[in-house]
């Protein structure tokens, strides 16, 4: 039992390369371009080209494997937004319902007041 629960290091690489066999390949792939590229300065522009189109490959298999949860996220990234745009909103809400208007300078909730109020107002000062 004790064998089973120490695998060597030759082991644990084998079942790492058996498990993901493409992410072995990019990074083979990327390493002798580095090489080949930075390190022998031959051919510099195709072999950062391929680096790069690797890399975006990659990138896409990475995103169509954990496509599902990404959406997830973004849904649960939305209703988290909706959530707390709908409770900071409350005030104004609860204020236009009861019949007064919502004053965003001072927010507060003021009562409704008639067109020729604010002329009233300007001739008594």
Same mark, same amino acid.
């Given at each position: 039992?004790?064998?089973?629960? =120490?695998? +060597?290091?030759? %082991?644990?690489?084998?079942? #790492?390369? #058996?498990?993901?066999?493409? %992410? !072995?390949?990019?990074?083979?792939?990327?390493?002798?371009?580095?090489?080949? *590229?930075? !390190?022998?300065? $031959? %051919?510099?522009?195709? /072999?950062? *080209?391929?680096? &790069?189109?690797?890399?975006?490959?990659?990138?896409?298999?990475?995103?169509?494997? /954990?496509?599902?949860?990404? !959406?997830?996220? @973004? @849904? *649960?990234?939305?209703?988290?937004?909706? +959530?707390?745009?709908?409770? &900071?909103? =409350?005030? =104004?809400?609860?204020?236009?319902? %009861?019949? +007064?208007?919502?004053?965003?300078? @001072?927010?507060?909730?003021?009562?409704?007041?008639?067109?020729?109020? $604010?002329?009233?107002? @300007?001739?008594?000062?």
């Amino acid at each position: 039992m004790a064998d089973n629960e =120490k695998k +060597g290091f030759a %082991n644990k690489l084998f079942g #790492l390369i #058996l498990r993901n066999p493409f %992410n !072995v390949v990019c990074i083979l792939v990327i390493a002798y371009c580095s090489l080949q *590229a930075f !390190v022998l300065d $031959n %051919n510099i522009f195709m /072999h950062k *080209a391929i680096m &790069t189109g690797t890399c975006l490959l990659w990138l896409l298999l990475f995103i169509a494997e /954990h496509l599902f949860k990404l !959406v997830l996220l @973004i @849904i *649960a990234i939305a209703c988290i937004f909706a +959530g707390y745009l709908y409770w &900071t909103g =409350k005030d =104004k809400r609860l204020c236009e319902e %009861n019949g +007064g208007y919502w004053n965003a300078k @001072i927010e507060k909730c003021e009562e409704k007041q008639p067109w020729w109020q $604010n002329l009233v107002d @300007i001739f008594k000062q």
